[in-house]
């Protein structure tokens, strides 16, 4: 299975791209999108809702796995909002890439995010995510953190008896809302000063406190230890301190598995030169040229172009209600291989179109 562990597996068919934006299939699109059992009620009501693709499908996540993410798998998240002094309804779609997520999940999720940015009349804007490297809107969605699981959505436990439980090892990591609970491999050498961890033994339960970590750490990983304790009656819990557990301890003699290195690694990428290309096929065929560098101001955009804002934490794509719809259907490609060649190419990427609202993107134009 090809996945997004590093960039050179990163192979988006033509197929999964060709209809983006194309304005000779947005009928056909709107026409499947109002078939698509899945978009029923989409977007009607103020809230969040999110599916996983099963098999080229649209399938629906259950409420209450909502902020737990499968490394095997790719999603579709709908945020429906209004602001205060309007009752008008407006969406943010993104779709989320598990980082072992094969190109067939994930390009469904990309088409099928399209989709049903038709089904609501072009009003959302849409995200791509990549695990380990979510924005901080999407991140926004879930109060009490995400978690991230190995395997997909069939490896989970909501239905595995405690005593049959495989071993996990869950790290916590982040800040007050931003808390990512990551499955990590069953290894002495992941365990650092710095975060706590969770050895979950199916009914036997540890919570390891690092010596540096904080408060809010501290807090989710005991949110989640009570959880864990409550939905399987007889398992006990005990929470330790880095500063006074020996090596000795169960806690560690269980962690016998080799490590393996976190290539998906949730470090904030660095910041660097905003960089502005156009995307044009003025000349007759669809061209990537830069624009400039450094401050990037309104004036730099032409409503007759789709364009490609590359901030180094972000990437958007900026689509002018004047581009032709092969421009218009090739920005998200092109912002994708634009972002292979570079040091970050897994930021998230936004797609807004002309006159739509984002506060990431109005923060990173000057005026």
Known sequence: MTGLIKAKLYDWKDSNLALFGSAEDKRVKKESAETEAAWKNAGT?????????????????????????????????????????????????????????????????????????????DKPVQHREVQGHESELFLSYFKQGITIMEGGAETGFRHVKPTEYKPRL???????????????????????????????LGLTLYQWNGSGSNKDERFKAMQYLNTLKSDRGKAEAETIEEDSTPSDHPFFT????????????????????????????????VKLTEVKRGTIHKSDFDTNDVFILDVGNQCFVWVGQGASPTEKQNGLGYAH???????????????????????????????
């Open 45 to 121: 009501k103020v809230g969040l809702k999110i599916w996983r693709i099963v098999n080229f499908k649209v399938t629906n996540w259950p409420e209450q796995d909502y902020g737990k993410f499968f490394t095997g798998d790719s999603y579709i998240i709908l945020n429906t909002y209004n602001e205060p002094s309007s009752k008008e309804l407006l969406y943010d779609v993104h779709f989320w890439i598990g980082s072992q997520s094969s190109q067939d999940e994930y390009g469904t999720a990309a088409y099928k995010t399209v989709e049903l940015d038709t089904f609501l009349d």
């Open 170 to 200: 869950l790290h916590f990591s982040g800040a007050k809302k931003s808390i990512v609970v990551k499955e990590v491999p069953l290894a002495r050498a992941r365990i650092h000063s710095g975060d706590v961890f969770i050895l979950d």
């Open 254 to 285: 269980s962690l016998t598995e080799p490590d393996v290195p976190d290539s998906h690694s949730s470090t904030p990428d660095a910041p660097s030169p905003s960089e502005l290309l156009k995307v044009s096929d003025a000349g007759g065929h």
């Open 337 to 367: 291989n634009h972002l292979m060649k570079t040091s970050h190419p897994l930021v998230p990427i936004v797609v807004i179109k002309e006159g739509q609202n984002n506060k990431a993107f109005t923060a990173a134009v000057a005026a």
